[in-house]
T-cell receptor, first 115, second 115 residues
Framework: KQEVTQIPAALSVPEGENLVLNCSFTDSAIYNLQWFRQDPGKGLTSLLLIQSSQREQTSGRLNASLDKSSGRSTLYIAASQPGDSATYLCAVCSDSGAGSYQLTFGKGTKLSVIP | EAGVTQSPTHLIKTRGQQATLRCSPISGHTSVYWYQQALGLGLQFLLWYDEGEERNRGNFPPRFSGRQFPNYSSELNVNALELEDSALYLC??????????????FGQGTRLTVV
């Protein structure tokens, strides 16, 4: 059974700082890994999708890396801004048996960027 | 292009009643996924529908059920509501038939409160 862990659970940084969020997963046989952002009480916004054959993806100030063999991914946020404050969720897509698959989520890292 | 839309935004029900939640996927997406996000528990996979069929089901009791209509919209029904069913219910859609490679896009969720 796939399990996804995100550390730290919460992070507070001053504006302008670069930061790294960590995600680890127990079964390296994944199809892809996705990073999401969730604002309080809201839905999820997709940030980056990394296919299992890829090592990293970049979008603006965000860079996500994937090391499938070690079961790890990192989300790097450059020059953080107060608007980046949210919960960041990591999810992996993997087999769930009988020819099916599903996304398994970590519990997220709650980021606060202090002005 | 419209994203994934969910209705209603908020729903308050009494214990023992039934709740019906609705989801419209992004145009062209054939797969719809339902997740429950209860306080402190993270996102838990509920159901996956594709082309009108249930493809996968999470570890939830049978009183959680749903269906997908010919236009790919979906309903989630929760019967015999219990207090612990109070949660944010999130719907996601993706292009299917791509072996788990598709990016998932989420709606804003329905907040179900059982009193």
């Amino acid at each position: 059974k796939q399990e996804v862990t995100q550390i730290p659970a919460a992070l507070s940084v001053p504006e302008g700082e670069n930061l790294v969020l960590n995600c680890s997963f127990t079964d390296s046989a994944i199809y892809n890994l996705q990073w999401f952002r969730q604002d309080p009480g809201k839905g999820l916004t997709s940030l980056l999708l990394i296919q299992s054959s890829q090592r990293e993806q970049t979008s603006g100030r965000l860079n996500a890396s994937l090391d499938k063999s070690s079961g790890r991914s990192t989300l790097y946020i450059a020059a953080s801004q107060p608007g980046d404050s949210a919960t960041y969720l990591c999810a992996v897509c993997s087999d769930s048996g009988a020819g099916s698959y599903q996304l398994t989520f970590g519990k997220g890292t709650k980021l606060s960027v202090i002005p | 292009e419209a994203g994934v839309t969910q209705s209603p935004t908020h729903l308050i029900k009494t214990r023992g009643q039934q709740a019906t939640l609705r989801c419209s996927p992004i145009s062209g997406h054939t797969s719809v996924y339902w997740y429950q996000q209860a306080l402190g528990l993270g996102l838990q996979f509920l159901l996956w529908y594709d082309e009108g069929e249930e493809r996968n089901r999470g570890n939830f009791p049978p009183r959680f059920s749903g269906r997908q209509f010919p236009n790919y919209s979906s309903e989630l029904n929760v019967n015999a509501l219990e207090l612990e069913d109070s949660a944010l219910y999130l719907c996601a859609s993706s292009l299917e038939g791509t072996g788990g490679l598709a990016e998932a896009f989420f709606g804003q969720g329905t907040r179900l409160t059982v009193v």
